[in-house]
């Protein structure tokens, strides 16, 4: 009986630590989850903290000393700013003497060998010395004062009063004008400071209300021109396009810009979605390069080219990871290097089209078959990715095909990039009335320069014609 008592005693003793043991075990098992998802968890912020303009879509602008420095190579080479040893100065030119406006000739009094005096008639045998300097004279406002009057008549003795059509309905006229809506709607001064500059560069005072006022008709008097320019971009074979938030009162809105070899024009709406973005475009003419944004699936896809500089930043932040992760993205880095030494030979003629598209026609598969196998790897935030590339499949080799459209979309994120900056410095517009006036005036500049045209020029132009009633200028005239 005292060895049964015992074995019980042993058996409860053994089933007890059995217990603990299988507690132990869950608490390890509970741990290990936990610290797994933890180690998760670390990665996912750092792979977020480690986000630049190299790895994601962030703008340049948002990227930290270290990376700015290490993107300019200044960081690792220590070299000083500006020309480095060796580099090809440059001169400013001189202006052809039909641009000159005052010449002052400069002739020696004495001969430096004898001290006899000299005549002042030119050597022959050798050109003068030329020296140009610049200086810009008093800016004196020019004030116009209408003086309507009345004239009693000497038969009827009725008093008439002089025609006010006459007169402007304007205090301020198209040159001051437009002058003042280039410094707010071009060079993003801000508007106290742009009453500044007027009063100080011109000594013309003026108020905030007055110049809000002006703007509205700037932004009114170069609307057919903005038509115009939208015609253009709607009519383009191959155009550009890209979005970025804007805020209007402090309200989320959408800033989007759409750009063609011949316009760019920018429009602020009120989301990023679908059936906003389709009610930019009158009909679905071209083909368009952007991102793989969802928002843009309204474009046949075989009408579309999805930009490779944004699968190369994706591709980077796979190449960053570790395990298959990084042996994934390393391979399709490769593939993307590739492609774009290919395309840098089409464009430096070292190879024509024909050329380039059989040199991409292995490529082609080769690339597809790694998204392939990164989508059946299963891999977090890696396999998604690849899949949603590999539903953009039909847009992405749009580039070697046609003519004219680029494997990039850095032309709209270039022209997009002054708004960007605006948008920084300020608090954006307060008003669906400063909404058009932001656009229009940024479509304007955008593309008069586009077409050689001088911004300030046109602007005046648009004012001139409003005032005086005749039809617009044109940005597409010779």
């Known amino acids: 009986m005292d060895a049964e008592r015992r074995i019980a005693a042993l058996e409860a003793e053994l089933a007890a630590k ?9 608490r390890i098992a509970e741990l290990t989850a936990q610290v797994a998802a933890l180690m998760a968890q670390v990665a996912a912020l750092t792979e977020r903290l480690n986000r630049n303009s190299g790895n994601s879509s962030k703008p340049p602008s948002s990227d930290p000393p270290s990376v700015r420095a290490q993107r300019s190579g200044k960081g690792a080479s220590g070299g000083k700013r500006g020309g480095q040893p060796g580099h090809r100065g440059s001169q400013r030119a001189l202006l052809p003497p039909e641009q000159v406006d005052e010449f002052v000739h400069v ?25 140009q300097t610049t200086e810009l004279p008093k800016v004196k406002p020019h004030t116009t004062e ?11 003795k009725h008093r008439t009063w002089g025609p006010y059509d006459r007169v402007p309905t304007s205090l301020f006229g198209p040159r001051l004008s437009s002058v003042a809506a280039l410094l707010t709607g071009v060079y993003h001064v801000s508007r106290r400071t742009t009453v500044e500059l007027l009063r100080e560069l011109c000594g013309v005072q003026i108020s905030l209300g007055a110049l809000s006022a002006i703007e509205a008709r700037v932004s009114a008097a170069v609307a057919p021109a903005v038509d115009e320019a939208w015609q253009q971009v709607q009519d383009a074979e191959v155009k550009h396009t890209d979005g970025t938030s804007w805020f209007r009162a402090g309200l989320m809105c959408s800033l989007w810009t759409v750009a063609s070899a011949a316009a760019t024009v920018f429009k602020i709406v009120k989301d990023g979605k679908k059936e906003t973005l389709r009610g930019l475009f009158d009909r679905l003419v071209g083909i368009l390069v952007s991102d ?3 928002a843009l699936g309204f474009w046949a896809m075989e009408q579309r080219q999805i930009c490779w500089a944004h699968l190369l930043r994706k591709f980077v932040s796979f190449a960053e990871r570790k395990e298959r992760a990084g042996e994934i993205g390393r391979e399709l880095l490769d593939y993307c290097r590739i492609l774009f030494d290919y395309w840098h030979d089409l464009k430096a003629g070292r190879v024509s089209r024909a050329g380039m598209r059989q040199l991409m026609a292995p490529l082609r598969p080769a690339v597809e078959m790694a998204l392939e196998r990164a989508v059946a790897a299963s891999i977090d935030e890696v396999s998604g990715s690849c899949a949603d590339i590999l539903e953009h499949r039909a847009a992405l080799w749009t580039f070697v095909e046609h003519e004219g459209v680029e494997p990039t979309n850095n032309h709209a994120e270039q022209q997009l990039r002054s708004f960007v900056l605006w948008r920084k410095r300020s608090y954006g517009t307060q008003s669906e009335r400063g909404d058009h006036f932001a656009a229009r005036l940024m479509t304007v500049a955008h593309t008069a320069r586009k077409r050689g045209k001088n911004v300030l020029s046109f602007l005046t132009e648009c004012c001139t014609a409003v005032r005086t009633g005749v039809p617009p200028p044109s940005l597409f005239a010779p």
């Open 146 to 156: 209408y003086c309507v009057h009345a004239v009693v008549c000497p038969c009827c």
């Open 18 to 26: 059995d217990a603990r043991i299988a507690e132990q075990d869950a």
């Open 107 to 131: 002739f020696p009094p004495q001969c430096e060998n004898c001290w006899t005096e000299l005549p002042e008639s030119s050597d022959p045998a050798v050109q003068p010395q030329r020296v």
């Open 292 to 294: 793989r944004a969802g």
